[in-house]
């Protein structure tokens, strides 16, 4: 089964062009609103370790969210939907489109040549949310549906915790694999047999920052994955 990976929140960035949308706001783009802390660290690292490619962007998600279908609401933040529709356009094609366009062809090239792929899409999570403590490690968010991606992540699940069992790795949280998202518009375009979309969400507490504790991690995640890479 061959990897491949993504990552849709890797980073803050405004473009230049966008400065004047978000002049005052390096709050809000520092914080989990504006990225995913720790992901494209953790991707990158996963890319080295599985020579394989990955597809990431660093554009903040408060310009456009790569992780959002086109019609979703939530697709422009409270900053970027007053641009005027020519703008959002612009937008749309140079920093959404071309990342997920991109992607979708090389998992339709793997496909059609009759390979299975595994596509994991890194995020992270902020630990709380409206008050609330989200008790999670790692989130495996998948389709309940997809009985390839349940039987995929159940094993994941038990390879992380025969390493470590006190880690809480739990299925479909803090999300539902199967809502509005970049691995659920794949499933619609490609061949359920071979294409595994999965989405690996960290707790920020544990992998934002630099030190031993995330390299723990990452290399919890990197040896189960190569043994279920391996029996997969
Ligand atoms: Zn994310």
Redesign the pocket.
Known sequence: MKLVLSC??GGNRVPRRYAGLFAGCEKVLASHRGW?PG?LWLAKRLARAFDAPLHATTVT?LLVDT?RSEHHRGLFSPWSAPMSREERDLVLDRHYRAHRGALERRLRGLTEAGASVLHLAV???TPHWQGRVRRCDIGLLYDPQREAERALCQQWQRLLLARSPRLRVRRNFPYRGAADGLTTHLRRQLPARTYLGVELELNQRSIARAGARRRALAQRIESSLRTLLAEA
């Open positions: 849709e929140h995913d992901a998600r992780n995020h992270s999570f």
